[in-house]
């Protein structure tokens, strides 16, 4: 019943920028705090980024602080994050999961290389 759809990955140069989307349904949006995780083979699962369910409340691992921006638009039942200054290290496969990690998305590539 509840689904969440990542879109907005693909590859970019050092330095670029994406936003990535996630499309909730299944669930009253709203009431949920949001999370982005982050996969890659070598570093496995990170936990990047929350944000509370009216969007006044936000976390972000010090990998991404400044860099990164977790926003939602609940009219929209959308989960965002903008990524700037884009690192090769931050290539990796980005999910986004409901607050308590209970519902995940199938994840958008994030490639960073020359």
């Known amino acids: 019943e509840v689904q969440l759809v990542e879109s907005g990955g693909g590859l970019v140069q050092p330095g670029g920028s994406l936003r990535l989307s996630c499309a909730a349904s299944g669930l009253t949006f709203s009431r949920y705090s949001m999370s982005w995780v982050r996969q890659t083979p070598g570093k496995g699962l990170e936990y990047i980024s929350r944000i509370e369910g009216g969007g006044d409340s936000t976390y972000y691992d010090d990998s991404v602080k400044g860099r990164f921006t977790i926003s939602r638009d609940n009219a929209k039942n959308t989960l965002y994050l903008q990524v700037n200054s884009l690192k090769p290290e931050d290539t990796a496969v980005y999910y986004c999961?409901?607050?308590?990690?209970?519902?995940w998305g199938q994840g958008t590539q994030v490639t960073v290389s020359p």
């Open positions: 999961a409901e607050g308590g990690l209970g519902y």
